[in-house]
């Protein structure tokens, strides 16, 4: 299994709304992410997991709550937000492996695009 | 500073073309890795291609081969003969040092054409 699966494929929410993204892999990997993607502009990493300890916050605002309950979930739970952050917003994984030649290429799920009224 | 430079913004070619998308890396370390994902309209990114800076050794894939040069941080990469289904917007991307769990830096993005 190469697949990293978020639900939901969409979202649309108000601004005093309390949602979830989540986020899944099988692949044994033990570093997740999550990143924000708004149009015509390349990914911007928000959250780092690694060993499911959270391990880089890229100066988020805390309407944004990360969570990783096991080693193949991740969560973003979501509270108060603002139209400006509607975006796609994309999980990812890797190895977490140490050493030279050790890529860790990050594997993308489909992501969620998130509509904020 | 890191950053990765996409000067192409968009590339329109006719099927059967080939077409190189460049990509110029800034880093002063030592150790980075080097990628080139694919995302089409449907949004997911799609990884292609990889290299690390002690292995210039370039290689071809199927339709797919890359150029990496450290002399002129550079990592193009191309695909022979188009089709439709490559349209796609392409991002290089690099990754600083050893350990997972650190960011990808992207560059802008490539946005590739491609007509039948």
């Known amino acids: 299994d190469t697949e990293v699966t978020q639900t939901p494929k969409h979202l649309v929410m108000g601004m005093t709304n309390k949602k979830s993204l989540k986020c899944e892999q099988h692949?044994?990997?033990?570093?997740m992410y999550w990143y924000k993607q708004k149009a015509k502009k390349p990914p911007e990493l928000m959250f780092v997991?690694?060993?499911?300890?959270?391990?880089i916050n890229e100066s988020v605002p805390s309407r944004f709550s990360p969570e990783c309950p096991n080693s193949s979930l991740l969560n973003l739970h979501l509270h108060a937000l603002q139209p400006e952050d509607s975006a796609l917003y994309l999980c990812?994984?890797?190895?977490?492996?140490?050493?030279?030649?050790?890529?860790?290429?990050?594997?993308f799920g489909p992501g969620t695009r998130l509509t904020v009224l | 500073a890191q950053k990765v430079t996409q000067a192409q913004t968009e590339i329109s070619v006719v099927e059967k073309e080939d077409v190189t998308l460049d990509c110029v890396y800034e880093?002063?370390?030592?150790?980075?890795?080097l990628f080139w994902y694919k995302q089409p309209p449907s949004g997911e990114l799609v990884f292609l291609i990889r290299?690390?800076?002690?292995?210039?050794q370039n290689e071809i894939s199927g339709r797919y081969s890359w150029n990496f040069q450290k002399s002129t941080s550079s990592f193009n990469f191309t695909i022979t003969a188009s089709q439709v289904v490559d349209s796609a917007v392409y991002f290089c991307?690099?990754?600083?040092?050893?350990?997972?769990?650190?960011?990808?830096?992207f560059g802008k993005g490539t946005t590739l054409s491609v007509s039948s």
């Open positions: 990812a994984s890797s190895q977490n492996f140490y050493g030279v030649g050790s890529y860790n290429e990050q594997f």
């Open positions: 692949m044994g990997h033990r570093a």
């Open positions: 997991y690694s060993y499911e300890k959270l391990s």
């Open positions: 880093t002063r370390d030592t150790t980075y890795y």
């Open positions: 290299r690390n800076s002690f292995d210039e």
């Open positions: 991307a690099l990754r600083l040092g050893d350990q997972a769990g650190t960011a990808l830096i």
